[in-house]
T-cell receptor, first 115, second 114 residues
Framework: DAKTTQPTSMDCAEGRAANLPCNHS???????VYWYRQIHSQGPQYIIH???NNETNEMASLIITEDRKSSTLILPHATLRDTAVYYC????????????????FGQGTILTVHP | EAQVTQNPRYLITVTGKKLTVTCSQN?????MSWYRQDPGLGLRQIYY???????DKGDVPEGYKVSRKEKRNFPLILESPSPNQTSLYFC?????????????FGPGTRLTVL
């Protein structure tokens, strides 16, 4: 799995878009980009994932650069409940052996949404 | 509702007293795993199971056991807990399509070993 680099913390005003960057410059061609978040010691929650194309679901949008070396998670209208630690993770789609299923969480970005 | 449940949610125990943390999922997932989370160390995988009767060690298996007798349940067993196993524990199960890693996590079990 490629190493990911995220800012330690970010702030966002309620109602505004939160744009969380992630650098994964060593990502390989078969690795997906996943985003999870963890709200105050609750279990991590899956948000979105992508391989090459931009993706959108009911929670967020994921923008992946054309060279795939970085990505941005966008929460279009952040609310106070979006305050959490956001993790960017890369993982090969067909990882075998002991890597199968294991998610490697880094330190993530602490997003604070303020009124 | 699709979910992963863990019990107990909070537990305070003493060194050496065997305990079991249960984990159950209702999504018919084949893959289940246990993580522990400690300040500054992030989430680390303890054990995982790819299917019934198939389990294997993760990154930090020492002091833990698991079993997978049914697809829905994956209990974590601490035969002789020690204070360094004080941690926040999460069970997770994985959508079975091998192409991606969408995982569902339980609410967590906060364990304190005195």
């Amino acid at each position: 799995d490629a190493k990911t680099t995220q800012p330690t913390s970010m702030d966002c005003a309620e109602g505004r878009a939160a744009n969380l960057p992630c650098n994964h410059s060593t990502i390989s061609g078969n690795e997906y980009v996943y985003w999870y978040r963890q709200i105050h010691s609750q279990g991590p929650q899956y948000i979105i994932h992508g391989l090459k194309n931009n993706e959108t679901n009911e929670m967020a949008s994921l923008i992946i650069t054309e060279d795939r070396k970085s990505s941005t998670l966008i929460l279009p209208h952040a609310t106070l409940r979006d305050t959490a630690v956001y993790y960017c993770i890369t993982k090969a789609g067909w990882a075998g052996g002991t890597s199968y299923g294991k998610l490697t969480f880094g330190q993530g970005t602490i997003l604070t949404v303020h009124p | 509702e699709a979910q992963v449940t863990q019990n107990p949610r909070y537990l305070i125990t003493v060194t050496g007293k065997k305990l079991t943390v249960t984990c159950s999922q209702n999504m018919n997932h084949e893959y289940m795993s246990w993580y522990r989370q400690d300040p500054g160390l992030g989430l680390r995988q303890i054990y995982y199971s790819m299917n019934v009767e198939v389990t294997d060690k993760g990154d930090v298996p020492e002091g833990y056991k698991v079993s997978r007798k049914e697809k829905r349940n994956f209990p974590l067993i601490l035969e002789s807990p020690s204070p360094n196993q004080t941690s926040l524990y999460f069970c997770a199960s994985r959508f079975p399509w091998r192409g991606t890693d969408t995982q569902y996590f339980g609410p967590g079990t906060r364990l304190t070993v005195l």
